[in-house]
């Protein structure tokens, strides 16, 4: 049992330092999660404004991140961008940046899509008692726009966590640079560690995605309900 791939796990503060990568993992797509929301409520609420010019720039904005892929954005921003720009951000920092404003990008667009579904006749009901524009958002668009927007906003933060998996590409000490690590360092001791190491990484984004997920499709579920209801 000495030399079992499992024992690698307990070998000094491996254990512990998975735990420290696991936290750094969550707390960016936490900070990205919290920051890239409330930046996509903004844009989403901008984007149902009838001003062209400005609807074309958001929409290039969303397009920008979703074409481009998450790992080639992480590379302008950590190797081109403090180059170019003069500027030097820790590692862990830039890849926040990254995550919130392509949570940001995402989010504008269920916002958008949210806000378009409610019915015109709440609409034109707010209108009608004299509401202002802003009004009509803060009353009667945003609350009724909520239902619609949480399932997909709890899908959006699962994408976010389990994308923090090539946040070792630009050295963050996340938990998958540190399972790497791990492995490496104790490869000849125990030659089965990868699977035991790996399987708990496993383990660690299956306990944090599965629960968000089971919770954005019962949400889903209740809301289909209580329309066909």
């Known amino acids: 049992m000495a030399h079992s791939g499992i024992s690698v796990l307990f070998e000094g503060t491996n254990f512990m330092r998975l735990l420290g990568g696991l936290w750094v993992t969550v707390k960016i797509a936490a900070v990205a999660l919290i920051a890239g929301i409330i930046l996509g409520i903004s844009l989403g609420v901008l984007r149902t404004f ?4 400005l609807r074309i720039v958001l929409r290039l904005y969303l397009e920008f991140f979703r074409v481009v ?18 500027f030097n951000l820790p590692a862990d920092q830039l890849a926040t940046l990254v995550f919130a404003l392509w949570v940001g990008a995402e989010m504008s667009d269920i916002v958008r899509g949210a806000l378009i579904s409610v019915s015109k006749h709440q609409i034109e009901s707010g209108k ?11 009353y009667v668009l945003i ?10 906003t709890i899908n959006l933060a699962t994408r976010v966590i389990k994308t923090t998996s090539i946040l070792l590409l630009i050295s963050v000490m ?6 790497q690590q791990i492995i490496e360092a104790n490869n000849h001791t125990y030659p089965t560690g990868v699977f035991w190491v790996y399987g708990l990484i496993f383990l660690f984004y299956f306990l944090i995605d599965y629960p968000l997920s089971w919770w954005a499709k019962r949400l889903e579920k209740k809301r289909l309900e209580r329309e066909n209801g």
């Open 128 to 138: 009608a008692i004299g509401l202002s524009r802003f009004q009509l958002y803060w």
């Open 143 to 152: 609350p009724q726009s909520i239902n619609l927007e949480i399932p997909a």
């Open 174 to 179: 996340d938990v998958i640079n540190i399972g």
């Open 50 to 53: 009838k001003n062209r010019p």
């Open 69 to 86: 892929p998450t790992v080639v954005l992480l590379f302008l921003f950590y190797y081109i961008l403090p180059k170019q720009m003069n």
